[in-house]
């Protein structure tokens, strides 16, 4: 599971790339548009802008913006940013691998050779998911569920 930090940098994010290019987003505002606690939205935002993800300004007219266009920023680089990398056991780590206690043979391990496959799904997906994807998806979604005719016999 991702943690909430991660939920709502993807949902701070959204907006941000929903928004139109080169126009900053106040941190209350964004907070207050998603119910996120502003305190800890700006750490998240500060932990992005450190990353590269973001850029802000300060002053009036300031706030936060895209550092690069939301077809360039994959989901795997924003949860990594926050996250770390994604590892569903700790021996598939591939920055700090470390053994499960209860492992005898790690190179036959069930768990962790499905585990592997898991890893490498999640990764890919997750590589190949644009801020821009996330926002057109939504968008296709709320366009969908407004041309539903909702009636009833």
């Known amino acids: 599971m991702i943690s909430r930090k ?13 928004n139109p290019a080169g126009e900053p987003v106040l941190i209350a505002d964004l907070a207050e548009r998603d119910g996120i606690p502003r305190k800890f939205l700006e ?28 077809g360039e ?10 996250d770390g990398e994604f590892a569903p056991l700790p021996c598939l780590s591939g920055t700090h691998p470390t053994r499960c206690d209860e492992c005898s043979d790690l190179d036959a391990c069930g768990a962790r050779l499905v585990m592997a496959e898991v890893k490498q799904a999640v990764s890919h997906t997750l590589e190949n998911i644009t801020l821009a994807d996330l926002v057109e998806r939504s968008r296709a979604e709320r366009n969908r ?9």
Do not use: H, M
């Open 6 to 18: 991660t939920k709502y940098a993807l949902q701070a994010l959204g907006r941000l790339a929903d």
């Open 145 to 153: 569920r407004r041309n539903l005719v909702d009636f009833s016999i």
């Open 73 to 82: 920023i994959t989901l795997a680089r924003i949860v990594g940013i926050l």
């Open 43 to 70: 750490a998240i935002l500060v932990a992005l802008r450190k990353g590269g993800v973001l850029q802000s300004r300060v002053g009036r007219g300031g706030g936060y913006l895209l550092a690069a266009p939301a």
